[in-house]
């Protein structure tokens, strides 16, 4: 069978089951399972005979909702191809933001640390280190796990990406820049989250307390009073915005709103002088 062919009747098992973007998935578990290239599979070469066993296995994994990044390890973020397994969490699009809020505050002061925390996989460091060459980046994560990932990471894209296992930052001495992906889920919502999110993806990666704040309020006690970054940007979810902004102010900070690209609040930035 050929590949696109393959990839129709993967994507019709997808969307029978209520899977978004059954399209854009039916070709990179199609891909994945036959070792095709994008331009072999847009050229339609076929699919080998000993790639179907795969492949199906692949889709019942997917019908329980296993996550497709998981499932073929690799996503791609900031034009970088990482590598991804469950000890951490798959890295999305709109976290891109804290990585340009990064290299523009660089471009200001081109021989600041960059701490990236809550790296996860360690795609904000990475893509900070790959962009900014020279630059000092620190990875940190409260999980072994993780930090296990994200080696891997560093390894595949030959970066000088320090990795620290830090409980927030207290391991860490000094940061002149703070890009902070830190969990923000309301306990309390977690279970609401999509399959693929409540079941497969870290549950320490995602639980931010009751009001998905806490470790964000004990970051920012943490700068004002020892670390003294010139920018610390928290990546946050919907409706929190404001209560970040009030709680860095309430600390002496100049808090900003940055929005992505479908105009949410998605990261808060603190300064202080």
Known sequence: MKAREAAAQVRAELEAAGIPDAAMEAELLTRHASGLSRSAFFADEPVAEGAWDELNALITRRLRREPTPYLTGLREFHGLELVVGPGALIPRPETELLVEIGLSELERDPGATVLDLGTGCGAIAIAVAKAAPGTRVIAADVSADALRVAAMNVKRHGVPVSLVQSDLARAIRQAD?????????????????????????????????????????????????????????????????????????????????????????????????
Not at 201 to 208: I, K, S
Not at 224 to 231: A, G, K, M
């Open 177 to 273: 820049i703070i890009l902070a992906n830190l969990p923000y889920v309301p306990e309390g919502i977690i279970e609401t989250l999509q399959p693929e999110v409540q079941h497969y993806e870290p549950r320490v990666a995602l639980n931010g307390g009751e009001d998905g704040l806490d470790l964000v309020r004990a970051l920012l006690t943490d700068c004002e009073s020892r670390l003294r970054p010139r920018l610390v940007a928290f990546e946050i979810g919907m409706g929190q915005a404001r209560h970040v902004v009030e709680a860095a102010e309430a600390l002496g900070a100049e808090a900003g709103i940055e929005h992505d690209l479908v105009g949410w609040e998605r990261v808060v930035t603190a300064r202080w002088a």
